[in-house]
């Protein structure tokens, strides 16, 4: 999946969850700046960090992908 497109399915449904960037970032132990970089497409994921989202969204990491 192209990053930019990965990073808006992050944005939506960190929004669907009514949370703000921080509060996931806090939630998927990383830094708020990186949340920030993967939702605007600047940075592309570990294969750890996405799964670490996932979980903080409560979903499977397939979801994302």
Do not use: W
Request: charged residues 30%; contains cysteine; glycine residues 6%.
């Amino acid at each position: 999946m192209k990053i930019l497109l990965l990073g808006k399915k992050i944005r939506k449904m960190r929004m669907d969850k009514g949370l703000m960037q921080y509060e996931l970032a806090e939630k998927a132990f990383i830094s708020a700046v990186t949340l920030c970089r993967l939702e605007y497409g600047l940075h592309k994921p570990s294969p750890a960090t996405l799964k670490c989202i996932a979980d903080a969204l409560g979903i499977p990491v397939e979801d994302l992908k």
